[in-house]
């Protein structure tokens, strides 16, 4: 099922880069949380809708842009959790630091998740304590890996105060800016060793990444050394987390 998953993460991919490539100008608009959408998000929405009832018709899907009520999910054990499009102010700047992201859930845990660069054209997955990253028609196995001093990546589009003020308590390490849920992909495959997030994140957001990154080795927790769940709840928000190595 993996490979399928990768397959069908790569399709939405292509349609985001179709919008991507548009030389008309981007129409954009908000949701009620005044987040951003564009027409690409749709687009691989639609595409990985059409795919997961062809994969597993039985399991059913939470994605950010049709996200099912509380009624429908509360009760399911084991559902897909997608992002078809992660990070569309980064797709907006068109800085090529968007994902599609494509996890599937079990009793909370993200047992299997993929996180698509489509723009640069490199896959991550993981399963099973196994995580892989794909570029270059190469397909190759991560895992987090230290370093001294260590690397931190942070949000390029969510910097606050409380982490500003965490990185100064900090002591020495370098800092790394990086877009969407590829934030997680950096600790896995040991190019960061940490990755603090105080600000809100939806569920959506992080369990593809959540995936790779505990196929890889790391560790993903709030801030209370809690491992971060998807068990459902009525809100879609997650507490602030770390993903480290240790």
Same mark, same amino acid.
């Given at each position: 099922m993996?490979?399928?998953?990768?397959?069908?993460?790569r399709?939405?991919?292509?349609?985001?880069?179709?919008?991507?490539?548009?030389?008309?100008?981007l129409?954009?608009?908000?949701?009620?949380?005044? @987040?951003?959408?564009?027409?690409?998000?749709?687009?691989?929405?639609k595409?990985?809708?059409?795919?997961?009832?062809?994969?597993?018709?039985?399991i059913p899907?939470? @994605?950010?842009?049709?996200?099912?009520?509380w009624?429908?999910?509360k009760n399911w054990?084991?559902y897909?959790?997608v992002?078809?499009?992660?990070?569309?102010?980064?797709?907006i700047?068109?800085?090529?630091?968007?994902?599609?992201?494509?996890?599937?859930?079990?009793?909370?845990?993200?047992?299997?998740?993929?996180?698509?660069v489509?723009a640069?054209?490199?896959?991550?997955?993981g399963?099973?304590?196994?995580?892989?990253?794909?570029?270059n028609?190469?397909k190759?196995?991560?895992k987090?890996?230290?370093?001294?001093?260590p690397?931190?990546v942070?949000?390029? @589009?969510?910097?606050?105060?409380?982490?500003n003020?965490?990185?100064?308590?900090?002591?020495t390490?370098?800092?790394? @800016?990086?877009?969407?849920?590829?934030?997680?992909?950096m600790?896995?495959?040991g190019?960061?060793q940490?990755?603090?997030?105080?600000g809100?994140t939806?569920?959506?957001?992080?369990?593809?990444?959540?995936a790779?990154?505990?196929?890889a080795?790391?560790?993903?927790?709030?801030?209370a050394?809690?491992?971060l769940?998807?068990v459902?709840r009525?809100?879609?928000?997650?507490?602030?987390?770390?993903?480290?190595?240790?």
């Amino acid at each position: 099922m993996l490979q399928q998953i990768c397959q069908l993460a790569r399709e939405a991919g292509k349609a985001i880069m179709a919008v991507y490539h548009d030389e008309q100008p981007l129409q954009v608009k908000h949701k009620t949380d005044d @987040s951003p959408v564009t027409a690409a998000d749709f687009a691989a929405h639609k595409i990985i809708k059409a795919g997961l009832m062809r994969i597993s018709p039985d399991i059913p899907l939470l @994605s950010e842009e049709e996200p099912p009520t509380w009624d429908e999910r509360k009760n399911w054990q084991r559902y897909w959790l997608v992002d078809p499009l992660d990070g569309t102010k980064e797709f907006i700047n068109r800085n090529g630091e968007f994902t599609v992201n494509i996890a599937l859930i079990e009793d909370g845990v993200p047992v299997m998740g993929v996180v698509y660069v489509p723009a640069r054209d490199v896959l991550y997955s993981g399963q099973e304590r196994q995580a892989w990253k794909e570029t270059n028609g190469q397909k190759f196995p991560i895992k987090v890996a230290a370093a001294m001093p260590p690397t931190v990546v942070v949000s390029r @589009s969510h910097m606050d105060d409380e982490l500003n003020d965490y990185l100064t308590q900090l002591g020495t390490h370098r800092t790394l @800016s990086v877009g969407s849920s590829l934030k997680f992909c950096m600790v896995a495959e040991g190019k960061a060793q940490l990755y603090p997030r105080f600000g809100p994140t939806n569920i959506w957001d992080t369990a593809a990444g959540h995936a790779v990154a505990i196929a890889a080795g790391a560790h993903v927790t709030d801030w209370a050394g809690k491992t971060l769940s998807y068990v459902p709840r009525e809100s879609f928000l997650n507490p602030g987390f770390r993903v480290t190595i240790f």
